[in-house]
Nanobody, 122 residues
Framework: QVHPVESGGGVVQAGGSLRLSCTASESTFRRYALSWFRQAPGQEREFVVTSSWSGGSTSYGNSVAGRFTISRDYAKNTLYLQMTNLQPDDTAVYYC???????????????WGQGTQVTVSS
């Protein structure tokens, strides 16, 4: 399984929290940088956060810095995205992506997950 698989989306009220998971095969998890992107209806896919396979290099998008936190569980081959103080503008389909290096745009993404919907109500 090369493509990562997301889970954990749902509906949450503004100000609430949610944790997304991105699970991949061990070879994918330990070889590739993993990132989160999101796409709201009618908008382009937006960079959220990227993390090198070792976790040593991490970068957040301006719109989520200070509210979202990424972490890796190497025993479970899972990348987590902890989202706090969610706002209606965070409503989107969230995608996990694998790439050969950390990325901040979609052009160098090699593999995409199927996405998970996050809806924040006001």
């Amino acid at each position: 399984q090369v493509h990562p698989v997301e889970s954990g989306g749902g509906v949450v009220q503004a100000g609430g929290s949610l944790r997304l998971s991105c699970t991949a095969s061990e070879s994918t998890f330990r070889r590739y940088a993993l990132s989160w992107f999101r796409q709201a209806p009618g908008q382009e896919r937006e960079f959220v956060v990227t993390s090198s396979w070792s976790g040593g290099s991490t970068s957040y998008g301006n719109s989520v810095a200070g509210r979202f936190t990424i972490s890796r569980d190497y025993a479970k081959n899972t990348l987590y995205l902890q989202m706090t103080n969610l706002q209606p503008d965070d409503t989107a389909v969230y995608y996990c992506a694998a790439s050969s290096t950390v990325v901040t745009d979609t052009t160098r993404v090699l593999y995409w997950g199927q996405g998970t919907q996050v809806t924040v109500s006001s």
